[in-house]
């Protein structure tokens, strides 16, 4: 992680009010920060394995934004992209990305609190590029999207579910899908499935230090 997610992250934690809670315990919904390190590399990976391809703007949804940890993380990445680009280094086979004229970041958050809280202590590491909406993640529509970030909001299974179907059922085609807890709280079939359901396949990238399951419609 680069100096700005490092110190994002920290104040992120020292400001969460949920930080001691335990994300497998009950079906109660709470936020939990992602664990940063596992998203090292991310936009590398998608990049390498060319599923990422921007189309004049590149629309980043982060489901269930909390504080914006893991949306900046994602950001920082994308910035040295966007300065090889302009620097016009050609030996880093980035020629797509010189059609990429606007990144726009999309969160998603239902907690007031988090929200008032971000607003405070973070909103002023962020641009005008995003767009934070203050509702239910099941009142929104998911089809304007490139890449779709979640990171288990419901804890009951049947609400997770019925998330997952919306989301996969209002992806665009060539839209990506990271659940950050693919295979948590014993329930690694079921993106599997529902993804199969849809005749959806499931790629896998290393980044973070390990294999990762994206699904990409």
């Known amino acids: ?72 993380n994602i950001k920082q990445q994308l910035e040295v992209y966007k300065e090889y680009t302009r620097s016009n280094n050609l030996s880093l086979n980035l020629s797509y990305w010189g059609t990429l004229q606007h990144i726009e970041y999309y969160g998603v958050e239902y907690d007031k609190d988090l929200i008032d809280m971000f607003d405070k202590h973070l909103s002023i590491f962020w641009d005008s590029f995003l767009n934070l909406y203050h509702k239910d993640c099941m009142d929104i529509s998911y089809e304007g999207y490139d890449l779709i970030m979640v990171y288990t909001i419901f804890k009951d299974k049947v609400k997770r579910k019925e998330m997952y179907k919306k989301i996969l059922n209002e992806m665009k085609p060539g839209a990506i899908l990271y659940e950050h807890m693919f295979n948590g709280y014993g329930e690694d079939a079921m993106l599997h499935n529902l993804a199969s359901q849809y005749d959806i396949p499931t790629k896998q990238l290393l980044f973070g230090g390990c294999v990762n399951e994206i699904i990409v419609k």
């Open 1 to 72: 992680m680069n100096e700005k997610v490092t110190t994002y992250k920290n104040i992120a934690h020292t400001i969460n009010p949920h930080k001691n809670i335990n994300p497998k315990e009950g079906f109660v919904e709470g936020y939990v920060e992602g664990i940063q390190d596992r998203y090292n590399g991310f936009i590398d990976s998608l990049f390498n394995s060319n599923l990422l391809k921007p189309q004049g703007t590149l629309n980043i949804c982060d489901v269930g934004f909390g504080l914006g940890t893991t949306l900046y």
